[in-house]
């Protein structure tokens, strides 16, 4: 067999006509087609990527945005324990502070019960003492009504304290000595010359009756009176038993 160059050199010029047209025809457009998937790959993964990653961030705004929520939901729920806490103790002293007043008027008001109720008894009993009193003395005679009572004013009068007397018995004080009963002139000068030296001078002296006095004599001025009877000392007696029960 002889090797013939010619047909060699055609076959070779026919194989690189193939591939031109190949290259022309197939392997450029499939290139470019592969390039282009490539890419078009390379896109969807980009963005799948990225797809994802905004997923994730999402996923992760949204557990911030829980975990705000239920860090502020505690916090209301603490912010409304600790405000029912300071209601409830506030109602608690406000109820406290009430009932105490309560308690204390109450209290007030027994006390002034009872002192309402002791003052009438020491008053009744006054009374009382003085009705008595009084019984006892309309048998005795009416001396009897006076007889000491001179020397115990001035006793009285001395016993005051100086600017007390001063004003009682001070000039235009209208001075006048009361008597449980009318006095005759006679009784009325015997008692003048006994309370004289206690008197600031010798001028008149007019007589007032009150039968109230049961017995005794009391001197009286514009300015004060100095007590000096029978029912002034039972109303001193009612006195000092009220303080005593007090004590």
Excluded at 93 to 120: N, S
Excluded at 156 to 168: C, G, H, Q, T, V
Excluded at 196 to 218: F, K, M, N, R, T
């Amino acid at each position: 067999m002889q090797f013939d160059w010619w047909t060699f050199a055609f076959q070779l010029v026919n194989i690189a006509v193939l591939l031109w047209l190949l290259g022309r025809f197939l392997f450029r457009p499939v290139a470019r087609i592969i390039a282009e998937r490539k890419a078009e790959t390379d896109r969807v993964l980009t963005e799948a990527k990225e797809a994802g990653q905004a997923a994730r961030d999402a996923e992760e705004a949204a557990k911030a945005e829980r975990d705000r929520v239920a860090s502020e939901r505690v916090e209301l729920l603490e912010q409304a324990r600790e405000e029912a806490e300071a209601q409830k103790k506030d109602l608690v002293a406000r109820a406290k502070t009430e009932a105490a007043a309560i308690v204390a008027k109450a209290k007030e008001q027994a006390k002034q019960a009872v002192e309402e109720e002791r003052a009438g008894e020491l008053a009744r009993a006054a009374k009382l003492s003085v009705a008595i009193a009084g019984r006892l003395l309309e048998g005795m005679p009416g001396k009897a009504r006076i007889d000491g009572y001179p020397e115990r004013l001035v006793a009285a009068l001395a016993a005051l304290d100086a600017s007390e007397k001063a004003a009682i018995l001070a000039d235009g004080g209208d001075l006048r000595l009361v008597a449980p009963r009318e006095l005759t002139k006679a009784e009325i000068a015997a008692i003048r010359k006994k309370i004289a030296p206690a008197l600031p001078q010798d001028g008149p002296l007019s007589v007032e009756v009150d039968e109230s006095l049961i017995a005794g004599l009391e001197l009286k001025s514009r300015h004060g009176m100095v007590r000096n009877s029978l029912a002034s000392d039972l109303a001193r007696m009612a006195e000092a038993l009220d303080g005593d029960e007090e004590g």
